[in-house]
């Protein structure tokens, strides 16, 4: 049974910001080299349990939970239907008939316990009325080649970290003064902790293993890329856009003259399509005159094809709605629109692999 429903009590519970991916991070394992961490990056697999409860938005529901696997949703539940309910054919499969009603009783249960943290922190920060929102996301990542583990519990109030559990000494890392009685409370938990530790490092673990089997069909089927280069203006930056890929897990780079090139390099997010096919886009900012006196490529590589997809830097190949060519970019291939949490929170990467907040509201 998966355990993860064993929850703190009403008065100090789930308050959040994503996990940081610095390579110290509750790793259990480490690669040896760049290669494996770039094959790490392609075969890891990832589930992430997100609970977001809001305040002050009319016509939205109080309190959301999901479970998402390799950026694939599986199940859901919100203060408005009562009810979790799978969201992959597969997902009804993998566990028992009985699991969804258990589910249902504790997700009622977290829904209580989450409108009381956002009354509980409100105090906290001398506020009253407006949009709060508080959440929680927890998980583990697993890496089916090299075997390494990581696990994250980190939570927040109104789009800024609150609390966060460091793996390595059990404890808690409260980055807000407002955050400290709830840290010096959980830190003399030392059942809870343990818990926590079995959980992240080993039961959830455990279940990602469990449900990437039930979906093996799903996950490792492939679909390649569709990529374009694409620019605005002569003065803006090239963007290497890849669409239409199965899994996930993609790597995308810029090479110059046969060589990674990372400087003027910003990584974009890899989001999902409505056909279930992901995009993502990499930024490359040079001047014209640099990437047309140098062999520049883009070359994007998906998890389970051995083809490397790539393409040439040329004024052939760009599109653009300026110059000879006189090819209109689709508006609808730069416009990523992300879903996360149904539009309270984005979690962004920028280029250094660092998680940062949005809030939307």
């Known amino acids: 049974m998966d355990n993860r429903n064993r929850w703190c009590n009403q008065e100090e519970c789930p308050l959040i910001g994503p996990p940081q991916q610095s390579e110290d991070d509750c790793q259990v394992g480490h690669p040896n080299d760049n290669n494996q961490k770039h094959k790490g990056h392609l075969s890891s697999h990832s589930i992430r349990y997100v609970y977001t409860a809001t305040s002050g938005i009319p016509d939205f529901p109080e309190f959301v939970n ?42 009622i249960g977290r829904e209580k316990s989450f409108k009381a943290n956002i009354d509980t922190a409100k105090q906290r920060f001398n506020q009253t009325g407006g949009v709060h929102v508080a959440q929680m996301m927890f998980g583990c990542e697993w890496d089916d080649e090299t075997g390494v583990t990581r696990g994250f519990n980190q939570q927040g109030f109104d789009g800024e970290d609150f609390i966060s559990f460091d793996l390595k000494t059990l404890t808690w890392i409260a980055p807000k003064p407002q955050a400290v009685i709830t840290k010096n409370k959980w830190d003399n938990n030392k059942a809870g902790n343990e818990y926590w530790k079995n959980y992240l490092t080993q039961e959830c ?32 930056p090239v963007t290497c856009h890849a669409t239409g890929f199965y899994p996930r897990r993609v790597h995308v780079t810029w090479k110059k003259d046969g060589q990674d090139h990372h400087e003027d390099v910003e990584m974009g997010e890899t989001l999902q399509n409505d056909d279930g096919t992901f995009q993502t886009s990499v930024h490359l900012n040079v001047k ?49 629109v992300a879903a996360v949490i149904i539009g309270v929170v984005i979690w962004k990467k920028n280029r250094k692999g660092e998680c940062t907040v949005t809030h939307l509201l």
Request: charged residues 30%.
């Open 66 to 107: 999901l479970g998402i696997l390799d950026g694939m949703q599986i199940d859901y539940y919100d203060s408005n239907t009562k009810k979790v309910v799978p969201k992959q054919d597969w997902m009804a499969k993998a566990v028992g008939s009985d699991y969804w009603d258990r589910e249902t009783q504790n997700s």
């Open 288 to 336: 014209p005159e640099e990437w047309k006196n140098n062999k520049y490529q883009c070359v994007v590589q998906v998890s389970g094809i051995k083809e490397d997809f790539i393409k040439d830097l040329t004024e052939d190949e760009l599109l653009s709605n300026w110059g000879k060519t006189n090819r209109v970019v689709v508006a609808g291939l730069l416009v990523i």
């Open 205 to 236: 673990i455990d279940w990602v293993k469990k449900y990437v089997d039930y979906e093996k069909s799903s996950l490792m089927r492939t679909v390649p890329p569709s990529v374009s280069l694409l620019q605005k203006t002569p003065s803006s």
